[in-house]
């Protein structure tokens, strides 16, 4: 059992940008997504990746401003998020899970078996 580890938090201005990045000791599961937390707020999926074909899925929330990769050379999966808003305020996780889902979008916190500790992003006006 690997845990992922996020970094790439931070603070920024409404309209900039940032990117996360997560690591899981040298492997990428089949699986990984990003997921936010406000306070106050239930954790949400953000974006998902199938690794293995490199098809992603995305909130309609953030459809368009954010972008989930990777790079299979680093085993480091990535979450650009342009056009940053107030709303974007939260601690992003990073998520794996061990095999694939079908059937469905994977954006559910049920979906996935291991977490990251998180890192704190803040978008002010």
């Known amino acids: 059992q690997v845990r992922p580890v996020e970094s790439g938090g931070g603070s920024v201005q409404a309209g900039g940008s940032l990117r996360l990045s997560c690591t899981t000791s040298g492997y990428i599961y089949p699986l990984m997504a990003w997921f936010r937390q406000a306070p106050g707020k239930q954790r949400a999926g953000v974006a998902t990746l199938y690794t293995r074909d490199d098809r992603p899925y995305y909130a309609d929330s953030v459809k368009g401003r954010f972008t989930i990769s990777q790079d299979k050379g680093k085993k480091t999966v990535y979450l650009q998020m342009n056009s940053l808003k107030v709303e974007d305020t939260a601690i992003y996780y990073c998520?794996?899970?061990?095999?694939?889902?079908?059937?469905?979008?994977?954006?559910?916190?049920?979906?996935?078996?291991?977490w990251g500790q998180g890192t704190q992003v803040t978008v002010s006006s």
């Open positions: 998520a794996a899970r061990r095999g694939i889902l079908l059937g469905r979008i994977p954006l559910g916190r049920s979906d996935y078996d291991y």
